[in-house]
């Protein structure tokens, strides 16, 4: 390859990796700035400034703020891994790394933040619903279908009410009560969830 091809592909490469590294600053000083002000008062312009970036540049890449606080705090979520193992734990691993997140730091504070924003945005609240549906509530129906097919629980599950077993005391926890997210929740949010559809289920 001549030089001046190398040249070439190293220019190309570094454009996006300075894009790349634009992002990950601007999302990093999102997060920041959703805790130092909360959601109700979150300042593109300190995230701006933050994060050496151009009002311009961020509203190229997200819509609106909500948006960036909901994808920025959302992004830092490890990749779900499907587990082995009984169901409970296979449930439990669907929102471990959540539970861990609100348990870090002021992570609760932050995710406070998340919902508020994902509310009061409806293209926040799609990319929300969106990331509920893939990482949570279609391994969550894939978990009770298999449990229901083997007959090991009730056959007439249903995977909202489910759902709503699984993050509904979360989400209440988070907003209702302010409280403090206790160690092992995620291990007792999943066995109260099999618990609930174990209960009836036909004998064989």
Sequence with gaps: MSKSSQTGDEDRRTGPKRSEASRIAVQQAAIVELNE???RGFSVDRVAKRAKASKQTIYKWWQGPALLAVEAVLDTLPEIVEE???PEFKVAALISPLIAAMRNGDGAHIWRGVLLAAADD???SEVFR???HRDIRQ???HVLAR???LGHIRRDWEIDFALELLVGPIWQRLLGMRGPIPER???RLAESVMAYHYKDAPKG
Excluded: F, I, T, V
Aim: proline share 10%; hydrophobic share 35%; no cysteine.
């Design 185 to 187: 929740y995620a291990e």
């Design 84 to 86: 082995d193992g009984n």
């Design 122 to 124: 409806p293209d926040a």
């Design 37 to 39: 002000h909360g959601w």
């Design 147 to 149: 449990e229901a097919n």
């Design 139 to 141: 391994p969550l129906r």
């Design 130 to 132: 969106e990331w509920m």
